[in-house]
């Protein structure tokens, strides 16, 4: 069966540092893709970054990077030199290329301080 | 702005009452599907639509059920509402093809079940 896990619930993190959120998945599908999403308090998913599983090389968005470890089923979402208003609720997903079905993790809740 | 708005944005129901949510989809963009977001949890997937049939069902019961249309705008329908229900449903619209990795979602409806 299909699972997203992120096991940080929340994160504090000083203005400008770079943060890591975790994500692990679990697939028997050969063919997938992974996504990060943010979500501000207003409630509107913002997509962030996407990883195909035969993408040779990790995503990457402007701040955003995503550490790609296949082997090890890990699709850590890397944000560099935070900003206030990257505080948030980040999803990780997955879909399942056959079917397009996607699953979230139950996200991480990233407070920047100032 | 992701070009995908739902209506209502806030809708109290009392449990046994029927509802129908709305999606209009980013411009051409053939497939929408919903997800139920309960609060402090992850999206969850409930059904997807491609060129006006259903192309993929998560773990919700028949009485939720949902239509797209040829301009592809959406509608979710429930009936027998329960208490349960009361969750942030959220409508994404994306195209199917080698450019079809986002999703692109509403801010989505806040559904309260008394």
């Known amino acids: 069966a299909q699972k997203i896990t992120q096991t940080q619930p929340g994160m504090f993190v000083q203005e400008k540092e770079a943060v890591t959120l975790d994500c692990t998945y679990d697939?028997?599908?050969?063919?997938?893709?992974l996504f990060w999403y943010k979500q501000p308090s207003s409630g509107e998913m913002i997509f962030l970054i996407y990883?195909?599983?035969?993408?040779?090389q990790n995503a990457t968005e402007g701040r955003y990077s995503l550490n790609f470890q296949k082997a090890r089923k890990s699709a850590n979402l890397v944000i560099s030199a935070s900003q206030l208003g990257d505080s948030a609720m980040y999803f990780c997903?997955?879909?399942?290329?056959?079917?397009?079905?996607?699953?979230f993790g139950k996200g991480t809740r990233l407070h920047i301080l100032p | 702005e992701t070009g995908v708005t739902q209506s209502p944005t806030h809708l109290i129901k009392t449990r046994g009452q029927q509802v129908t949510l709305r999606c209009s989809s980013q411009?051409?963009?053939?497939?929408v599907s919903w997800y139920q977001q309960a609060l402090g949890q992850g999206p969850q997937f409930i059904f997807q639509?491609?060129?006006?049939?259903?192309?993929g069902r998560g773990n919700f019961p028949p009485r939720f059920s949902g239509l797209q249309f040829p301009n592809y705008s959406s509608e979710l329908n429930v009936n027998a509402l329960e208490l349960d229900d009361s969750a942030l449903y959220l409508c994404?619209?994306?195209?199917?093809?080698?450019?079809?990795?986002?999703?692109?979602f509403g801010s989505g409806t806040q559904l309260s079940v008394l």
């Open positions: 994404a619209s994306s195209l199917k093809g080698p450019e079809g990795e986002k999703l692109f």
């Open positions: 697939t028997s599908d050969p063919s997938y893709g």
């Open positions: 990883q195909g599983s035969y993408d040779q």
């Open positions: 997903a997955m879909r399942r290329n056959r079917d397009d079905k996607i699953i």
């Open positions: 411009s051409g963009h053939n497939t």
């Open positions: 639509y491609y060129r006006e049939e259903e192309n």
